[in-house]
């Protein structure tokens, strides 16, 4: 199925940026019908999962066009950047490594450059004054049409794509990095408003795509030999709500339960994964759906962000932390084993040592199985950004240092419970430290390695389904014999 595309991108001849001309696209994109040799390609990615199916789609789409992968990006003809701006820090990197690709383009013109992204989003065309050599500027709602804006470049323009675009359809096949697993976008954008986050500004408007493609692309995938599958959306419990359609009993035709629901059966897929979740939207039905679905693996990221009530309403996430423990004791009445992960932030403006300490209690009393922490970090166009209490940099450290070492002592104990049991291990993949080793996850999401095979028996390969007696538990990993 393939949606309008929308006309909204900027070009500009060569060196010469033009704010607010419209270029108008020639053709709906790709597949084109004769690739031709167009040389090596390598891109760069940083950030969050959404970043890395994007890189995959795009990997996909240069090699339809002719590309070939690259071995560095020091070499290759196309470099991409797929950039994140989440963090100071990982936008300050971006700035790094472009600074060198200018140097190799301006001795070596035939490189095609390219920026794509959150930091693209955000910076349009400052980034083309910025950066020069740049060829093309294309913000993450444009990764489908990454054809259509290189034949521009090769066509003598410097482009600039960044306008709110309807995302086309997946109409080519993404360039996967594991065999195994693969992620699934079923919604993009988002429309919250959390104070400290630059992710509307950068993804826009929610975009859910229709149940029917996103089941085509599973079944694609299982008929390749993927065996699990992560659904991805920024705030997934959105899904559904900007299609059309309500049902006999007067709710929204289009949830996510009845997603997972309608995909839950397709052949060849053993294990079905999503994130993330928002605590504010996260539903009963929804928990009921997983207990039911057995194809549903018992890992839940739902990230609270804070463990203070003040500071989840400074931050506008529109749910207390009584809310979302209870959420997380309803989850564990149905299904007691369950993995349970968040995100946090630490260090909010106007966090005081109380409300951190609030945050390192949840954090114990939950007995989170993975906890993905960052120190606040003032983005642009946010409202936090702009308040007058920021939190000093020395405490930021100080408190950083201090929840990731909470974090592993929880992990380390809720990984206690795994001694001695046998899991269901999806091989995804050869250890890289020990060839004579595979590793992949629990159903409850722990990376686990173990011997590919015993003394002369059957040697297993990435794509089954292996039992694994953990021996050794470490915080975030384990490691077993063959059960
Ligand atoms: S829910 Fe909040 S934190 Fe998550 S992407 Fe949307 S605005 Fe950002």
Known sequence: MSLPNSRSAVDHPAGQPTAGATGIDAEPGLPLDRPRLRGSYWITTFGCQMNKADSERMGGILEAMGYTPGSDEHSADLVIYNTCT???????KV????????LRKRADPNLTLVVAGCVAQQEGEALLRRVPELDLVMGPQHAN?????LERVEGGQQVVATEEHIILEDIATARRDSAVCAWVNVIY????RCTYCVVPAVRGREQSRLPQAIRLEMEGLAARGYREITLLGQNIDAYG??????????????????????????????RIRFATSHPRYFTERLIDACADLSKLCEHFHIPFQSGDDDVLRAMARGYTVDRNRRIIDSIRQRKPDAAISADVIVAFPGESDAQFRRTLDLIEAIGFDQVNTAAYSPRPNTPAADWSNQVP???????????????ERVALHRSGRYQGRVEEVLAEGVNPKDPTQLMGRTRNN???FFPAARPEGPVHRPGELVRVRIDTVR???????LA
């Open 86 to 92: 989440i963090r100071d820090n990982a936008e300050q």
């Open 95 to 102: 700035y790094s490594y472009l600074g060198r690709q200018a």
């Open 145 to 149: 049409r990454l054809a259509s804006l």
């Open 189 to 192: 954008g988002c429309n919250e």
């Open 241 to 270: 709500r900007d299609l059309p359609g309500i049902t006999p009993e007067g709710r929204r035709a289009h949830t996510f339960t009845d997603l997972l629901a309608s995909v839950h059966d397709v052949d060849g897929i053993a």
């Open 393 to 407: 940099e020395a405490v930021k450290v100080e408190r950083l240092q201090e929840v990731n070492a909470v974090v």
């Open 446 to 448: 722990r990376l686990t």
């Open 475 to 481: 915080a975030f990993s384990l490691s077993g014999s």
